[in-house]
């Protein structure tokens, strides 16, 4: 079966993101002044064959992990369906 992974990927919260820091404090100078605070992530797409839905949640596991993210500075999220 075909599966769509949806993965979301953002610094951890403990951590100070650089990158949002600089884009809150821009949008403040631009005038967003309701803007407080911004968090910088990735989104990733992917596309993947599995024998069944769980198969296809381990082998998404395994990919944030071993590739797709530092586990020592940012965490995942993600949802999976069907193609």
């Given at each position: 079966m075909k599966f769509i992974a949806e993965i979301n990927v953002m610094p951890l919260k403990a951590l100070l993101d650089p990158q949002g820091?600089?884009?809150t404090q821009?949008?403040?100078?631009?005038?967003?002044s309701e803007v407080n605070s911004v968090r910088i992530g990735k989104h990733i797409t992917m596309?993947?064959?599995?024998?069944?839905?769980?198969?296809?949640?381990e082998r998404v596991n395994e990919a944030c992990h071993k590739i797709l993210t530092n586990p020592i500075i940012e965490g995942y999220e993600y949802t999976i369906r069907e193609a």
């Open positions: 820091k600089a884009v821009s949008m403040k100078k631009i005038g967003f596309e993947l064959e599995a024998a069944d839905k769980e198969k296809a949640r």
